[in-house]
C-alpha cells in the first residue's frame, strides 16, 4: 500500500513539542481527579491532619486542663503540671480507585470519557476517606475516659432519632439531642469556640429543619456561604446552637464489624448509628501520600489504564470532643 507524503500534525500531548505525545494529557487527567477529590470530599478540613515524608505513623499530642491557684506574697511560681499524652496513627495502606478505557469504547461513546471517568475516580477516593473519617469519630465517640481525665466519649442514645423521622415528635428528638450533645460538651470543658460540625441523613437533615415545638417550626431553611461560615463542600447548612448540620451519604449506619471490604482498623457494628457530631480535634489523620495518579498505556488490550491513589490513615484524638447519635445499643 502506498502513502503520501508526511504531514506534521501538531502533538498536543506533547511536554515542549518532544517526548512522550501525551504526556500532558496526564497531567490533565491529574489535575481532574484531584479537583473531583477536593470539590467531593467534606471532612478533610475539619479535623486534624498531620503530613509526614516517610514513615509508617504518626505523632499526635493530647493535652489535657490547666490548673489556676492563687499565688502568696513572697511565693515562688515552680510551674503547675498539665497532663499530656500522646497519640499513635498508623497509614492504612495504600487506598486505590481504578478504571480502564478500551480505545473503541472511548471513540464511539456520546461524551468524553477520560474527563467523566477520571472525576469518578476522585469522587470514590473522597467518599472513601470521608467514611473512614466518620467511623473514627463513632470509635472516639465510644471510648471510655483516661485514668484521671474527664474526657469519656459522648452518645446520645433514643430510640427516637431514627434515620427517617416522619412524626413531630422524632423530628424534635434530633432537635432536642443537639442541645444535648452541645451539654455534653460543655461538662467536659470542650472549648464553647471549638467548631461543631454534625453529620447525618438527608431525612434527618430535613426532619430537624421543619422540626416543631407545639405546632411552631423550630429552625427556618437557610443557606450558609463558605466564606462566612468556614464550612466548605456542602450546598446547604444548618447552624443549631453553634452546631452547623450538614446532610452526607457516607456516614457508617450498618454493621461492619466483619466486613473485610472495610480496612480493620475501622470495622465495628454501626448498625444502630443516625448521626455523628464532633470538633476538629477529635480525630486526626496522618497523611503519607496525597491524591496521586498514575496511567498506562496497554497495547495488548488497545486500552488506557487510570489509578488515583493515597496513603492515609485516621484515628481518634480527643474522645470527648465525638458525639455519637444512635437508636440503642448495637447488638
Known sequence: MAFG??????????NVGGGDDRALFLKVFGGEVLTAFQERVLTLDKHMVQTISSGKSAQFPKTWKANAEYLTAGQEMLGGDIDT???????????????????LDSKMSHFEVTGEFSAELGRALARAFDRNVM???????RLPATAGWNNAGNIIENAA??????????????????LEANEALFSKDVPEDASRYMVVPKAV???IRYAKDGGHYLVSNREFSAANYGVENVKEVLEIDGVMVMPQRTLPNTDESSDSSVYSGYQADYSTTTGILWCPQAVGTVKLMDVALENTRDVR???DFFVGKQAVGTGPLRQECAVEFRTGAPA
Open 301 to 303: 488490550r488497545q486500552s
Open 85 to 103: 499524652s500522646e497519640v499513635n496513627i498508623n497509614i492504612d495502606g495504600l487506598m486505590v480507585a481504578h478504571t480502564e478505557i478500551f480505545d
Open 161 to 178: 432519632l431514627v434515620a427517617n423521622p416522619t412524626t413531630d415528635a422524632q423530628k424534635l428528638a434530633w432537635f432536642n439531642a443537639i
Open 135 to 141: 467511623r473514627s469519630i463513632v470509635q472516639a465517640a
Open 205 to 207: 437533615f430535613n426532619g
Open 5 to 14: 507524503d508526511n504531514s506534521n500534525p501538531a502533538r498536543i500531548g506533547q
